[in-house]
């Protein structure tokens, strides 16, 4: 009879799958070594080679010593979370090596300036949590190398390490994984099916997006990592000037990235109603209500925001009505899909009653079921919808009983009490970690709390567009920065579980 797994050797024997899983990730880049034009980063080889395969060997020999030739049982309440939370932590940590390893394992010229260990965890966290925040030295951005492994970081932190796993690998086993990352709808029935359509997809609107992008006059390079990033929601950037770095048409590059932008913040599974021609219920679905009432309200706010707002470097004048739109929408639509491009000369250009509206638009995010961050739309029409249904009962009479449904992935949903406690308990809880956060930023780094808190919302949700503070920022901040990343893009309620499951288990308390 088979000895059977459970508990925290279940847990570390799966963290095995991802630790090796996280190798390959610190692998990959060394692909790009193929092509001639990129051989002079042949230096960087020993920087991805050293961790990768060190990752790769460890994680199997992990699972081989836990798991394997052991049946395996279900995992229990909350171990899911602990479980996730450990492969992000993982992952984060290990694929933070070769940034440390720069300047160290390789000679750098004077002056030039090297990652230390916690620069290094932040670069790292901020692709995984396809955020966008940086700290990578200015010289980095002359390496194919490096500049396409924050691509890849983005590219599965932005779909979710554990859809990557689940699209190999089924769920017989329970693993219950793939909700407690936000994937909270499947396409089909069967989830490792479900997974590889929402990969297909999500390659598909990459491969769709660097065709553009060359088309509009972008090299290859740039456009797959430019492309990559844009359907992540994470903003990193292949030059260090950002969007007015790269070649080609640049009125056709940023509609194209708003597109891409939008694609990679809505759900999923309404990008499979769509190809299916179910444009009618797509167009009742309460995200895409909730989204379109949010442009209707903010972009003639954010036109007047920059037409009517005078800043340091521009007056009035300077704005035309055109520009006012041009940047107005485009800064809007890289905060609400919490992507975090600006195609503004300079961020912070942006006028300071615009940081208000951004701060907000962080604080919505995208769709559930996408790679966008934030509270998501669905929580936001929920609680909307919700407050409106209370007036309205209130101002009715008693007899009258009104439903409460709602139109949610092509299906009628009926709206419970606990559904609405959810939604308005999630929003408190983001906008007081926000708070905490904000203040922290605040204290720790001597910053005033206006520009703290839109730092740390953008951390939070995942935006990444920074008013400048990321860049000044002390250890102590960097590190307030990193968890409001690592929370924020496991939805807070996930580290919460996580920690308490292991609290009770540490005082050996039953978890009910």
């Known amino acids: ?69 052991r049946e395996k049982s279900k995992l229990q309440k909350h171990q899911d979370s602990i479980l996730l939370v450990l492969v992000w932590l993982v992952a984060i940590v290990v694929s933070a090596i070769p940034f440390f390893l720069y300047g160290r394992l390789n000679k750098v010229d004077a002056g030039y300036e090297i990652m230390s260990f916690t620069e290094s965890i932040f670069e790292s966290c901020s692709g995984y ?30 779909v979710g390490l ?6 190999a690998v089924s769920d017989r086993y329970g693993l219950k994984l793939y909700s407690a990352e936000g994937h909270n709808d499947k396409i089909i029935p069967n989830l490792a099916k479900s997974a590889r359509i929402i990969l297909s997809m999500y390659v598909g609107f990459i491969a769709l997006g660097t065709v553009a992008l060359i ?48 694609l990679g913040a809505t759900n999923f599974v309404l990008h499979f109603m769509l190809l299916l021609g179910r444009f009618k219920k797509v167009g009742k679905d309460i995200e895409i209500k909730t989204f379109g009432i949010i442009i209707l309200v903010f972009v003639p706010l954010m036109f007047m925001a920059f037409f009517f707002s005078r800043t340091s470097q521009f007056s009035v004048s300077n704005f035309t009505v055109g520009e006012s739109f041009r940047y107005g929408i485009f800064t809007f639509l890289s905060c609400i899909t919490t992507t975090g491009y600006s195609n503004v000369p300079a961020t912070m250009s942006i ?15 995208g769709g559930m079921g996408s790679t966008a961050g934030g509270v998501k739309f669905y929580r936001l029409g929920i609680a909307c919808k919700s407050y409106y249904w209370t007036l309205r009962a209130r101002l009715s009479p008693r007899r009258y009983i009104y439903p409460t449904y709602i139109s949610r992935c092509g299906e009628t949903k009926e709206i419970s009490k606990d559904d609405s406690n959810e939604a308005f308990g999630y929003i408190l809880l983001y906008v007081l970690v926000m708070l905490v956060g904000a203040y922290l930023v605040s204290v720790l780094g001597h910053y005033d709390f206006g520009s703290s808190l839109f730092e740390f919302s953008t951390a939070l949700s995942g935006t990444g567009l920074s008013n400048g503070i990321t860049t000044t920022a002390n250890y102590a901040v960097l590190w307030v920065l990193n968890v409001g990343m690592f929370a924020g893009r496991l939805e807070i309620l996930v580290v919460y579980y996580a920690l308490f499951r292991v609290a009770r288990d540490i005082l050996r308390k039953e978890t009910i």
């Open 129 to 158: 949590a396809s955020v966008g925040l940086t700290r990578l030295p200015i010289q980095l951005y002359d390496s194919h190398i490096f500049t396409f492994y924050r691509a890849v970081l983005q590219f599965f932190g932005g």
């Open 351 to 365: 006028p300071s009653v615009a940081f208000l509206l951004l701060t907000i638009c962080n604080v919505i995010g």
């Open 162 to 167: 554990v859809l990557i796993i689940t699209s």
């Open 1 to 69: 009879m088979k000895k059977v797994a459970s508990g925290y050797r279940l847990i570390f024997g799966y963290l095995g799958i991802f630790l090796a899983m996280a190798g390959v990730i610190i692998l990959l880049p060394l692909f790009l070594l193929i092509v001639p034009a990129f051989r002079d980063d042949i230096i960087y080889i020993p920087h991805f080679l050293i961790p990768g395969l060190s990752m790769l060997v460890g994680g199997i020999l992990l699972y081989t010593f836990l798991l394997l030739g």
């Open 215 to 262: 088309i509009a006059g972008v090299n290859w390079f740039d456009a797959l990592t430019h492309s990559i990033s844009s359907i992540a929601t994470g903003g990193f950037s292949s030059k260090a000037n950002g969007m007015a770095g790269y070649s080609g048409n640049q009125m056709a590059i940023e509609i194209i990235t708003c597109v891409l932008m939008v």
